[in-house]
């Protein structure tokens, strides 16, 4: 069942609760806060040892009021519990909303194992074991369970744990899931990472996120660790340079580049990636999908439409707990964010887009707080909606009973001839466009000089400037005369034939604002909407993995192929008067690495001169559709 609301007060009626008076009640967050945390709880520190005999280091903030029993929000990170010693954390639990401060909650924070002041090896998205037989059979679920145990023996608990967490620490709270206590009875799981090779961190499509993930491993998991453990060791880096596309087009060839600056000694993580550039055992281990069963918590999963990072991972969460686990109590919401963007601001602005509303404060209130209120202390029901998503382009919140939204159609957008976009195939001739893809010069992700190389926003980024290049195919429809949403996940098909023995397709999806629309109001960006170029969705598909993730194959040279591939969910909304638009590219830099357009087992040791020009043709007539497969909304 559909629900569309316009306005606050009609979502907070759906939901049994008023959004405004949620709002109202709730304090603001403010100076006093940390004053408050100090006044009211009592800090402790503990290493809680597991089964295997490795020491976990918690902190434990405990209310000072001992007239009664409390229960757990829990969050366990790589990232470090800090502050250590006498200093408390300014917010404590999910969001930082002070509304879990002043009922009373125990909260506990956990370096993981091998992280921080935590004893024992860390490992990359800890493989889950099916089998704990013995005291060394341990993982992730095994480190919860026994912290569980512990936390219900030693502290005055009213026996309900709570988990959450984004992003890595929304792996932990998964798999956390999967320990299977009695007492977890709630779960969060917020842009969890679920399988980092099939589509979260490290690769989609196949192709490699370089710029994420250089980043991320110039200081994450870099060195020994030190025999009194405490932080990892800190390796000054610098790109000499505040342009990263030229830095990352300086480096070269990934494998020898990237040694330079990171070695195996250094960033033995890094390396893993470099020697494991297929779907291939280690990274299956780690696909979380396969062990969604049997879960017994209560989860709300979250995530962002504009999520840059962890973006397949809520989908795929929440769908493989729906098929595997259906007796669970499983939610979903998806809104407006960028990668953790509902746990702070107001969300209501994010790079050229904004739109007039506050959906952060709404989800924290009305979605978040009342979820694990319900689940740990006993407070009423909210009804939430099985799935609760954004309409983008709309802005409006839907629930759903299931996702996909089973009451949307399949429809499909073809690529036409002279640059037209049709929701009807091309009836006649035999057509193609082609570009030469220069590996030397690829397209870069934004318009703009960036230091990290990849903004956050770049998901919402104005295309204009990408659509005037020679090597970027662009397509779109006549102007709409009417609403059209579409949702689900969208599934390319491309007809396409290379000079070389291998080819990356990136397909992006664009909202085309009338050139009459007006700035955005009270916006002193200077940033014109008239004629915007909203990215909606754009995902890369690398041809070499065309037939299988695990064993890639060449491209035959000159010969037409096909490739297919999935990109995440949308649920979004062309407004009359718009253009909906399709562009196709061989280079997103440096987003993704460069493909060289040479085929070699493993791309990121190629040699320089693998790296080479190639002419790219996309297909479209009646024998050869190039199109996206996708569902609408009526």
Known sequence: MLFSVRHIGCLAMALSLTTASLIAQAPPVDASLAARIKERYVKREVRIRVRDGVQLFTSIYVPRDTSRRYPVLLSRTPYSVAPYGADYKATLGPSGNARYVNDGYIFIYQDVRGRYNSEGQFRDMTPILERHDTPADVDEGTDTYDSIEWMLKNLPTNGKIGIYGTSYPGFYS??????????????????????????????????????????????????????????????????????????????????????????????????????????????????????????????????????????????????????????????????????????????????????????????????????????????????????LVFRT????????????????????????????????????????????????????????????????????????????????????????????????????????????????????????????????PGDASGFVVGGYQQLVRGEPIRARYRRSFEKPVPMVPGKADSVKFEMPSIHHTFKRGHRIMVQVQSSWFPHIDRNPQTFVPNIFEAKPSDFRKATMRVYHMPTKLSRLEMRRLH
């Open 393 to 520: 382009g709309a802005g409006t919140w839907d629930r759903y009973d299931a996702w996909p939204v089973t009451s949307a159609t399949a429809t499909s957008l073809y690529l036409h001839p002279r640059g037209k976009l049709a929701f009807t195939p091309p009836t006649a001739g035999s057509t193609f466009d082609e570009y030469i893809s220069d590996p030397a010069h690829p397209v870069p992700l934004v318009d703009r000089i960036e230091s990290n190389g990849m903004p956050r926003d770049y998901i919402t980024a104005d295309q204009r400037f990408a659509s005037r290049r020679p090597d970027v195919l662009t397509y779109q429809t006549d102007v709409l005369t009417d609403d059209i949403t579409l949702t689900g996940p969208i599934s390319p098909i491309l007809h396409v034939s290379t000079t070389g023995s291998d080819a990356d397709f990136i397909v992006k999806l664009i909202d085309v604002f009338p050139d009459s629309a007006a700035n955005w």
């Open 174 to 387: 998964t798999v956390s899931c999967l320990s299977r206590h009695p007492a977890l009875v709630a779960c969060s799981p917020q842009a969890p990472m679920t399988d980092i090779w099939m589509g979260d961190d490290n690769f989609h499509g196949g192709a490699f996120l370089l710029a994420h993930n250089f980043g991320f491993y110039t200081r994450f998991g870099r060195g020994p660790r030190a025999a009194n453990l405490g932080p990892d060791p800190v390796y000054p880096f610098s790109m000499g340079t505040p342009d990263a596309y030229q830095f990352y087009l300086n480096l070269g060839p990934l494998g020898p580049g990237t040694r330079k600056v990171l070695d195996s000694a250094t960033a033995p993580l890094w390396q893993s990636i470099l020697t494991h550039p297929t779907y291939d055992a280690f990274w299956k281990a780690r696909d979380v999908r396969p062990h969604l069963r049997d879960v017994r918590a209560a989860v709300l999963t979250v995530g962002g439409f504009y999520d840059t990072e962890d973006l397949h991972g809520p989908w795929w969460t929440y769908g493989g707990i729906e098929a595997q686990s259906p007796g669970t109590d499983n939610r979903l919401v998806m809104g407006p964010w960028s990668h953790g963007g509902w746990s702070r601001g107001d969300g209501n602005v994010l790079g050229n887009l904004q739109w007039q509303y506050k959906t952060g404060p709404f989800y924290r209130d009305s979605v978040e707080y009342p979820f694990f209120a319900h689940h740990l202390s006993g407070a009423p029901d909210p009804k939430l909606p099985d799935v």
